[in-house]
Each structure stands twice: as structure tokens, then as C-alpha cells.
């Protein structure tokens, strides 16, 4: 062979190894604007794509352990998304908050992954759109941008106690229109192209994890100016906690929050509305489901809690009536339009009344065993009907 071709054919195998070096540790997905950060609001992620990533979640008073939290190439807690369906399989699509996400779980006892383990006799794929720290307003714009990429066959909207609210829901007025990244390319170019826009491109084996709760030397730490304020509000343990990351600090006083928001009627008929008509449009299943609050089932945990709201009256139940009309109402308003609904509550309130706490006690979300005992009970209901 001569000096020339030798010398090609030496560049030509240093640029495949190098594109496969690239492909593989520097992976980009098929969308170059579709991202979790769209639609995150409260979490330090927010602002930026969130490819590859990794994050904890700590509550100390109840483990020492962090939850590890692992980001796909479009920031969920899922395996990678493709946008074509597999033939002869539905495909399944979870929103919700942080309860879809599995936060204080590991991923494989997620709620979507335990629907997913469930299932016998089915051909379906599942997909977890949990997004840990954000509302109504931001399921209905992700299930208004993802759902006409995706073409979901059944749409789950996960709603949570805290969902609540008696503000106006705004619906979205637009739509993502979803624009392809160039897989024809060198990848090099398309590194270099995505550096020029300042998007980051992390690598796919992530060694690093950060923090998802902010510890007192960070600007987002809701309560800097107030420190004074949060030993007199909750025990001297938490706040330490709090300071560290190693705690919620949202926690501090949540109970006075969770008062109001129980009490107050909530204002669902035009999101559920916007919900049915989207998949009447798209040609999904929409089924709304309902995760109660740890205190709307039952009295046991309210011993921690005021640990982190002292100043909160003792003297009231969040078991009460008053505070658990917002699910019942969300239920006619489903029956309303039409719209499957599968409140979990009395499940949970069973399970619960036996012994089986399903909830962390410090920390507002679920234990493994709760999560996967939610996933088979909303298998079981969407498997049975006709």
C-alpha cells in the first residue's frame, strides 16, 4: 500500500474511533428541544438541560442513606425514550410529581416500573414522566408537548394532595414543536455546535451526584434571612438537617400549608377538561389518579410532623371530612367528563389501619413497599376494566 493511502487510512480509523468514542460516552438524543427543564420550576436543575445526570435526595432523620436519582438523555428517571413505538405494544404514559418519580426509592420500585412488573398478559412499554417540585400547569403543558411525540395509547395523571389549589389552572396555549438533532453528522460538529449554544452534553457514565435539596449556603435555601425564625418553628435536629441538605427545609411549617390547601376547594374542571379533550384529539386513554396525603389516612405520622411545625395546633386531624373533599370532588368532576378516575385513598387508609406504614416518617414520601403497592393497585384497576 502506498505512503498516501496508508496515511488516509490511518485518519479514516482515528475518526471512526473517535465517532464511537463520542456516540458512545457523549450520547445525544433524538429531540435537541425537548428537556425536564421546560418544566421544572423549584429543583436546582431548572434552567438548563439536565441530560445524564444524577442527583440526591436526603432525609436523615429517616435514613442515612441518600436516593440516588438517575436522568435519562431528556432528564427523567427513566430508561432512554424513543420516539417510535414498538409494534403490537401500547405504550404507557405516567405524569405526576416527585411520587411518579420515586423520590426516597430506588428506580426499579418506582411506580411506573412496579405497573410495569405487575403486568401479565399485556404488551406494553412504560414510560415515568415523575418531575420532582412542580404542579398542574406543568403536567398539562409536558402532557401538551410529549404526548403528540410519544403517541402515548394511555395517558396516567398522577395527582397528589399538594396538587391542590383554588388558583385559576392555566391550560397550554401552545404546543413543542420538536426539532431533530442530525445523526448523519460527524458527531464531533455536533458537539461543537451544541458547546456554541452553551448546551451541555454530559457524559453518559455520571461519577457525580448533586444535591437536589440546597443547603443554607446557597441562594435558593428559602429561609437565609429567617434562620432565627426556624429553631423556634421545628426541632434544633431538623433544622441542622435542613442547613446541610440532608433534610426538606420545606418542610419547616408545612403543616400550617397543608391546612389550607385540604380546606380549600380546588379549581379542576378545566384542566381534566383540557385532558379529555387531548386525548380525544390524540387518541389516548386518560385516567387521573389520586395519591392522599400521608395525614389524610390516618393520625400516625402527625407525631413528626409537628417536630417540624411545633407552633401547629395538635388538636387537628387532617383525617377529618373537611380536609379530604378535594379527592371527592376530583372524582365527579372525572365522572363529569367521562374521565376514568382510581382514587387510591381508601387502599392506602386499609393498608395503613393494618400496620403497614407505607410513608416515610419524617420525609412526605413513600417507602418502596408504598410505591409498589400503589403501581399493582392502578394495574390491577386498568387491567380489570373492560
Known amino acids: 500500500m502506498s505512503r498516501p493511502k496508508k496515511i488516509i487510512s490511518y485518519l ?105 412488573r405487575a403486568n401479565s398478559g399485556f404488551e406494553i412499554e412504560v414510560m ?36 391542590f389549589t383554588s388558583s385559576e389552572i392555566k391550560i397550554p396555549a401552545y404546543n413543542l414543536k420538536e426539532t431533530y438533532f442530525d445523526n448523519s453528522q460527524p458527531r464531533v460538529l455536533e458537539l461543537m455546535n451544541q458547546h456554541r449554544q452553551r448546551n451541555p452534553i454530559p457524559f453518559r457514565f455520571s461519577f457525580q451526584s448533586n444535591n437536589l435539596l440546597p443547603s443554607v449556603n446557597e441562594p435558593k435555601f428559602p429561609f437565609r434571612d429567617q434562620l432565627d425564625e426556624m429553631y423556634l418553628n421545628a426541632d434544633s435536629s431538623l433544622v441542622e438537617n435542613m442547613l446541610s441538605a440532608k433534610f426538606n427545609p420545606f418542610k419547616l411549617n408545612e403543616m400550617f400549608r397543608m391546612e389550607k390547601g385540604l380546606r380549600e376547594a380546588s379549581k379542576f374542571l378545566v384542566p381534566i377538561d383540557f385532558f379529555r379533550y387531548y386525548s380525544e384529539k390524540y387518541k389516548f386513554e386518560p385516567i387521573v389518579v389520586y395519591i392522599p396525603s400521608r395525614n389524610q389516612v390516618t393520625n400516625y405520622y402527625l407525631q413528626f410532623d409537628h417536630r417540624s411545625s411545633l407552633r401547629f395546633s395538635r388538636n387537628i386531624s387532617f383525617t377529618d371530612p373537611e380536609y379530604n373533599v ?23 387508609e386499609e393498608e395503613e389501619a393494618g400496620g403497614n406504614h407505607l410513608y416515610w416518617n419524617y420525609d412526605d414520601h413513600m417507602r418502596a413497599k408504598g410505591y409498589s403497592i400503589v403501581g399493582e393497585t392502578i394495574y390491577r384497576k386498568w387491567s380489570s376494566q373492560p
Request: with cysteine; aromatic share 14%.
Open 12 to 116: 479514516l480509523l482515528i475518526f471512526l474511533f473517535q465517532e464511537v468514542v463520542f456516540r458512545v460516552g457523549l450520547p445525544i438524543p433524538e429531540l435537541s428541544n425537548f428537556d425536564r427543564s421546560s418544566f421544572v420550576l423549584k429543583v436546582g436543575q431548572a434552567g438548563s438541560f439536565v441530560r445524564n445526570k444524577s442527583f440526591n435526595w436526603w432525609s436523615l432523620p429517616d435514613t442515612v442513606s441518600p436516593c440516588k436519582v438517575d436522568y435519562n438523555m431528556y432528564g427523567f428517571r427513566d430508561n432512554e425514550w424513543i420516539i417510535k413505538k414498538r409494534i403490537g405494544k401500547k405504550r404507557i404514559l405516567f405524569v405526576g410529581d416527585s411520587f411518579v418519580e420515586g423520590i426516597m426509592a430506588p428506580e426499579e420500585q418506582t411506580i411506573p416500573n412496579c405497573f410495569m
Open 128 to 163: 415515568n414522566a415523575g418531575m420532582l417540585g412542580v404542579g398542574m400547569e406543568q403536567y398539562l403543558q409536558f402532557i401538551a408537548d410529549a404526548v403528540p411525540i410519544f403517541s402515548p395509547d394511555v395517558v396516567f395523571l398522577v395527582i397528589y394532595a399538594n396538587d
Open 326 to 348: 378535594n379527592q371527592v370532588q376530583l372524582g365527579e368532576i372525572c365522572k363529569q367528563l367521562r374521565v376514568k378516575y382510581y382514587d387510591l385513598t381508601s387502599k392506602i
